[in-house]
């Protein structure tokens, strides 16, 4: 039935169904969906990304979150892929046992919106300032110690979730257009000297923070929540 819809479908829910590693006919299925712009897979027991999803053409949205992935590697790596790294926008991959991401996930060129909370990621790819057209970012409730030096190179980055993590230091963020940064429930002792010149709201209590830099004290003017 879906094959036959296939040609003419752009939006495709299928949260919350009971789809596992045993679905393989309903999978192969959606490599039919050449169209299919937006894929919620999200609250299922799929054990990996299928390939044939990583073979969308016009994929910018997916929903995969709350699957027990652990990894997303086979998914971003080979020619089938290369699809999903040009058209991808939205990506969220929440609750998804991920300890890791793979380097290959730097290739998400056009990605503005990545939910990857409440994993257990320890790290993030070296190269992740690839991802230029990044806007949003939720890595609250990981395993994070430090983030990638890289990351200033995030240069569309707004809205950033870092709390609950485990760092301890944060790299130069003065250069990124925030306006939100979550850091609440760290390990952080100290905070950069700038946090750029657009942020709006900066939360981080429950950190063991022993004093404010002062340029970042002379810019609380502009923010208009702090806590």
């Not at 969220?92 to 996930?105: E, I, K, R, W």
């Not at 939100?180 to 950190?207: K, M, V, W």
Request: glycine content about 6%.
């Amino acid at each position: 039935a879906l094959v036959a819809l296939a040609p003419a479908l752009t939006s495709l829910r299928l949260s919350c169904c009971g789809l596992a590693a045993d679905s393989p006919a309903l999978m192969a299925d959606l490599a039919a969906c050449t169209g299919l712009a937006s894929l919620a897979l999200d609250g299922n027991a799929l054990p990996a990304l299928p390939s044939s999803v990583a073979a969308l053409p016009a994929l910018a949205s997916l929903y995969a979150g709350l699957n027990p992935m652990k990894s997303l590697g086979c998914a971003l790596e080979g020619g089938a892929a290369l699809a999903l790294t040009s058209s991808l926008h939205t990506l969220d991959v929440a609750g998804c046992q991920l300890s890791s991401l793979p380097d290959a996930f730097t290739r998400l060129g056009r990605l503005t919106c990545l939910l990857a909370n409440n994993n257990a990621l320890r790290t993030l790819p070296a190269g992740f300032g690839a991802l230029t057209a990044l806007q949003r970012l939720s890595l609250h409730c990981n395993e994070l110690t430090e983030l990638p030096d890289s990351i200033a190179e995030c240069s569309s980055l707004a809205f950033a979730t870092l709390n609950c993590n485990a760092l301890a230091t944060l790299p130069d963020l003065s250069g990124l257009p925030l306006a939100r940064l979550s850091l609440h429930f760290n390990a952080l002792t100290a905070l950069p000297a700038s946090l750029g010149s657009s942020l709006e709201a900066l939360s981080a209590f429950n950190n063991p923070l022993t004093a404010l830099p002062g340029a970042l004290v002379a810019s609380f003017p502009a923010i208009v929540r702090l806590s």
